[in-house]
T-cell receptor, first 112, second 114 residues
Framework: KNQVEQSPQSLIILEGKNCTLQCNYTVSPFSNLRWYKQDTGRGPVSLTI?????NTKSNGRYTATLDADTKQSSLHITASQLSDSASYIC???????????FGRGTSLIVHP | DTAVSQTPKYLVTQMGNDKSIKCEQNLGHDTMYWYKQDSKKFLKIMFSYNNKELIINETVPNRFSPKSPDKAHLNLHINSLELGDSAVYFCASSQGTGGMNEQFFGPGTRLTVL
């Protein structure tokens, strides 16, 4: 069964600290993986997309990694800010399919 | 300028009623989607239209009927509302189908069925 598992489910960190969120998937054949940020009360916004040949991609303080062999991705947030408090959702797209597979998200809270 | 807009933002109604949620995008995209996000924040795709044609229908009860009058609009009508329909419904759009195309989400409609 095609699945996307995210960990941790929730995370609390202090402002200025770094953190790493994990995404493991079994979706096959793999097409691409996208990380979304969802602020409370708003729709998800794409942070980055990773294809099979990409290992690392950065978007400001956000850096995503992909290991297609082990089917794992991570999202690293550097020097966290209060505005990083949100849910981070990993979405994997299967080759030849229109239907994305969503993870349940990691809820991140950044405290001052 | 709002890229993907939904109305209403909040909807509170009684069980058994029929209600509609409207979605409009001004991005010029040809593909639109409806998602349901449950109380545990899990997003699940319901429908997708490409150029007004239905391309995804994910085992949604037939009480839910999407309608796409043109490429910029995708409305969701729900008949005989049930308690389990309470959720946040998100509309999204993309240029083209497939996962390489970034989806842009609306602000969501919080539906509460009493």
């Amino acid at each position: 069964k095609n699945q996307v598992e995210q960990s941790p489910q929730s995370l609390i960190i202090l402002e200025g600290k770094n953190c790493t969120l994990q995404c493991n998937y079994t979706v096959s054949p793999f097409s691409n993986l996208r990380w979304y940020k969802q602020d409370t009360g708003r729709g998800p916004v794409s942070l980055t997309i990773m294809t099979f040949s990409e290992n690392t991609k950065s978007n400001g303080r956000y850096t995503a990694t992909l290991d297609a062999d082990t089917k794992q991705s991570s999202l690293h947030i550097t020097a966290s800010q209060l505005s990083d408090s949100a849910s981070y959702i990993c979405v994997v797209n299967k080759g030849g399919s229109y239907i994305p597979t969503f993870g349940r998200g990691t809820s991140l809270i950044v405290h001052p | 300028d709002t890229a993907v807009s939904q109305t209403p933002k909040y909807l509170v109604t009684q069980m058994g009623n029929d209600k509609s949620i409207k979605c409009e995008q001004n991005l010029g995209h040809d593909t639109m989607y409806w998602y349901k996000q449950d109380s545990k924040k899990f997003l699940k795709i319901m429908f997708s239209y490409n150029n007004k044609e239905l391309i995804i229908n994910e085992t949604v009860p037939n009480r839910f009927s999407p309608k796409s009058p043109d490429k910029a609009h995708l409305n969701l009508h729900i008949n005989s509302l049930e308690l389990g329909d309470s959720a946040v419904y998100f509309c999204a759009s993309s240029q083209g189908t497939g996962g390489m195309n970034e989806q842009f989400f609306g602000p969501g409609t919080r539906l509460t069925v009493l």
